[in-house]
């Protein structure tokens, strides 16, 4: 018995050793050849020869999970009629938010529309707060008082719901970057359909007048809601819009291939050069928001194809399978942990409580005495405080 | 040698007349110089001294980085101010007249006015929009439009419009210093008329709180209130009323919004009549929505008689002399209102 005791002893040491001799196969590192990105106004490209470490890896591949698997929960509490209102899903276009953090810093400053939930993660909010401000309920990141369209954290301005207003506003984060001089720089992102806008233009005259460190990106997705960018844009080269302003044209589908062009973008405006422009050619899965099928206008087959080859989460799985970056357990692995956070957050958004009403009038202004706020009826005096 | 001692305290008591635009550019200078994080952009501010002059100096004396000139894209420059005012700087955001806010209005509104609530408190804005509101000289119907009521309608703004030169460095050094959005009414015809400055205004920490209405004039048969230009119209008609023995009590209202409610209240309930004066329109405005606090308040029981507006004529302005001096409130106007609410 002593003998027998004695070898399955030595088994489960040798499998110990054998898992972690697994563990320690891994690449560390590894070199990706990613797609040249279109140019306009520059002499230089991105790097096409890129490193990505399996760190790195786990970390994008995660933080995409998430993001995906926080859109889908929405779709399903949408359905069930729980979160009401807007609601518009990044599912598909998750490199971009995940690629440009990865070339920027949190001290950098980032504004969005209101295609959002995406970036209120990567910019530091949690899953739980921000499916909370789905709901409405008091551990919304915004209280329950913003919604989907107006989630804010540091560095974080929204969540913005009026159609290229974010992007003047992100020039003025970056003109006071440029005032304090520390050395931080602020992402405006638009989509195709808000490309067109006038404002935008203005903007672009400004931030190359006086060289704001300002990226604008914009995410074209094929479609500005129901009308795709041939029915909207007399030139779709959105890249090439900002005229004066340099630009690239990225594949939005790859993770790697938008961190690459934004630390380029990045280190441009960090060098007093001025703004730059990005175009990233990007998906979205869902119709433009939860009220449309997004079916009408394109086909289910283009939604198809598109999850067939362009996914980038499955092309990012594939590089570090393929690379031996990881296994497919740590990946599933990951999967279940991600899952389980996305329901533990759905179950704090739906039994969280609504706001307290004492709260309705707060927060109209900052810093200031006690007011009063006229109810529905001049009877009804509420109270407001900062 | 009486006259010249009396004349020497007078000195001492009171500086020199002021212009109101000499008022605003103190008010400017000082908190530029009391705070860097203060500055002033929009059209011809910087090299040209300002449209109106109101920013004379200050370019010389702050350079490029704090009075910036920009292009003529008002959605795209107060959008950028916004935008700055969210990140930390507190802007002066200049709109050459009120009339071309209306390009920039969204940034105002949803993305200043409304972004504190829309945060829950996390995203504040103090940002200082101004410049020349309602009507000037001459300029016809797209350049004298008054918008104090279209921008007091809207919660998550404080509207303020100064009267005199003292008002103006007041009440902009407060704007100045408010942590929250503030529209700024300036008034065109004001800006080269003088006042007395009291001593207390020479202080550079002079502020007149936002939020607070001043009785310019003490009087017991009917209040009259005021903002703006129209509160010297209200002065010069109580003198005039005066010599028929018709004592006015003339608020200058100094914030459209928060409405100093109580002040009119106290005031209706001294002398039992109201007029209000506004060179704005009629429909829903200002004198509008002084009424309708005063019947939901307790002043309400004090009136002898219904409240009465006199307000610009609802109609674009023209440009002909004859036209638009009678598109305007005029003394008479008051003076004509004052007697038919008081039934005399």
């Known amino acids: ?386 | 040698r009486l006259k010249n001692i009396v004349l020497g305290w007078n000195d001492l008591l009171c500086s020199k007349p002021m212009m109101v635009r000499d008022a605003l550019n103190q008010a400017m200078d000082e908190e530029l110089e009391r705070d860097e994080r203060v500055f002033l952009l929009g059209e011809e501010v910087a090299q040209y001294d300002g449209a109106y002059k109101v920013s004379r100096g200050l370019w010389k004396k702050y350079g490029d980085k704090r009075i910036i000139d920009t292009p003529i894209t008002e959605m795209g420059f107060a959008g950028i101010a916004v935008g700055a005012a969210m990140a930390g700087l507190r802007p002066i955001c200049e709109f050459m007249t009120f009339n071309f806010s209306m390009q920039a209005i969204d940034q105002i509104i949803n993305s200043a006015a409304k972004t504190y609530y829309m945060s829950a408190g996390f995203q504040a804005v103090p940002i200082v929009f101004r410049g020349p509101n309602g009507a000037s000289a001459g300029v016809a119907a797209q350049h004298s439009q008054c918008f104090a009521a279209w921008y007091a309608h809207c919660p998550g703004l404080k509207v303020v419009s100064p009267w005199n030169a003292e008002d103006a460095k007041g009440l902009l050094k407060s704007a100045i210093r408010d942590d929250n959005p503030v529209v700024f009414l300036e008034n065109e015809l004001m800006y080269g008329v003088p006042f007395e400055m009291s001593e207390e205004s020479q202080s550079k920490d002079f502020t007149i709180p936002i939020g607070k209405a001043k009785v310019e004039r003490q009087g017991t048969h009917v209040s009259l209130v005021s903002h703006s230009r129209y509160v010297s119209h209200c002065l010069d008609a109580a003198v005039v009323l005066a010599k028929e023995g018709i004592e006015c009590e003339v608020i200058n209202l100094r914030t459209i919004r928060p409405l100093d409610v109580e002040c009119i209240e106290t005031s209706v309930m001294k002398t039992n009549h109201l007029v209000t004066v506004e060179g704005g329109w009629p429909q829903f405005g200002v004198g509008a929505e002084i009424c309708a606090r005063i019947m939901e308040g307790p002043a309400f029981n004090y009136l002898d008689a219904p409240a009465t507006r006199v307000t610009g004529v609802d109609i674009p302005m023209p440009y002909a002399k004859i036209l638009e001096d009678n598109s305007l409130p005029q003394i008479k106007d008051i003076i004509f209102s004052v007697k038919k609410t008081l039934n005399v």
């Open chain 1, 1 to 386: 018995i002593s003998t027998l005791l004695m070898i399955i002893k030595n088994l489960i040491v040798a499998a110990a050793v054998v898992s972690a001799r697994t563990y320690a196969d891994f690449t560390t590192e590894a070199t990706f050849e990613i797609k040249k990105c279109d140019i306009h106004k520059l002499d230089e490209a991105p790097a096409t020869q890129v490193v990505m470490t399996r760190e790195e890896g786990l970390q994008y591949y995660r933080t995409m999970q998430t993001i995906r698997r926080m859109e889908l929960k929405a779709d399903q509490l949408y359905k069930q009629k729980i979160i009401r209102g807007f609601c518009h899903l990044y599912d598909g276009q998750e490199a971009c938010a995940v690629g440009i953090e990865a070339g920027i810093n949190l001290t950098d400053h980032l504004i969005t529309a209101y295609r959002a939930h995406g970036y209120t993660y990567t910019r530091g909010g949690t899953v739980k707060e921000i499916m909370a401000e789905l709901t409405g309920r008091r551990g919304g990141i915004a209280k329950g008082k913003g919604g989907s369209m107006h989630m804010y954290t540091k560095h974080f301005y929204g969540g913005n719901g009026i159609v290229g207003a974010q992007v003047p506003l992100g020039a003025g984060v970056a003109l006071a970057c440029k005032y304090l001089g520390n050395n931080e720089l602020c992402v405006s992102l638009y989509g195709d359909g808000a490309a067109n806008q006038g404002q935008i233009f203005e903007t672009y005259n400004m931030a190359a007048l006086w060289k704001l460190p300002a990226i604008f990106i914009c995410e074209n997705n094929r479609y500005g809601m129901g009308t795709s960018v041939e029915r909207a844009a007399a030139s779709t080269d959105y890249y090439k819009r900002g005229d004066f302003i340099p630009g690239l044209r990225v594949d939005g589908m790859d993770v790697l291939c938008v961190r690459e062009a934004t630390k380029f973008a990045a280190d441009h405006c960090r060098s007093g050069k001025g703004p730059m422009l990005m175009e990233l050619q990007t998906y979205r899965y869902h119709g433009h928001s939860m009220s449309d099928p997004g079916v009408s206008y394109r086909t289910r087959e283009e939604i198809q194809e598109v999850r067939g080859k362009s996914d980038p989460i499955s092309m990012l799985k594939d590089r570090m399978l393929s690379n031996n970056m990881a296994s497919i357990e740590e990946l599933k692995e990951i999967d279940v942990a991600v899952r389980k956070e996305i329901e533990d957050a759905a179950q704090f958004a739906t039994t969280d409580p609504e706001p307290p009403l004492e709260e309705l009038c707060n927060h109209i202004f900052y810093n200031n005495p006690a007011l009063e706020v006229r109810g529905t009826n001049p009877w009804t005096k509420l109270k407001s405080v900062s």
